[in-house]
């Protein structure tokens, strides 16, 4: 059985920096696509970035293009998120996904980790 765990968010200022990490065991997810989601309260789970198995296909939700960064480690069982010029916008829980396939859409993920909360505010 397969668990994904989050680390890394907290409480930064508008235009400061997180990076999140997502930590895979359990089984082997060297050949699963990695993702981030992020839920705002009173909004749905919404699709942030996307890594393929490879590392070599990335994509972003329009909102964080050009300020956030999606990457696996050398051993592919964990994924980071690098996040610049934070804004308040970007306060949400984020959720580490994993699946047999490249994940674009929250029904692609076949696992999630318990999602870690970021905030962003002055």
């Known amino acids: 059985q397969g668990q994904l765990v989050e680390s890394g968010g907290g409480l930064v200022q508008p235009g400061g920096s997180l990076r999140l990490s997502c930590a895979a065991s359990?089984?082997?997810?060297?050949?699963?696509?990695m993702g981030w989601f992020r839920q705002a309260p009173g909004n749905e789970r919404e699709f942030v970035a996307t890594?393929?198995?490879?590392?070599?296909?990335?994509y972003y939700a329009d909102s964080v293009k050009g300020r956030f960064t999606i990457s696996r480690g050398s051993a592919k069982n964990t994924v980071y998120l690098q996040m610049n010029s934070l804004k308040p916008e970007d306060t949400a829980v984020y959720y580490c996904a994993a699946a047999g396939k490249t994940i674009y859409r929250d029904y692609d993920v076949d696992y999630w980790g318990q999602g870690t909360q970021v905030t962003v505010s002055s």
């Open positions: 359990g089984r082997t997810f060297s050949f699963f696509g």
């Open positions: 890594i393929s198995w490879s590392g070599g296909t990335t």
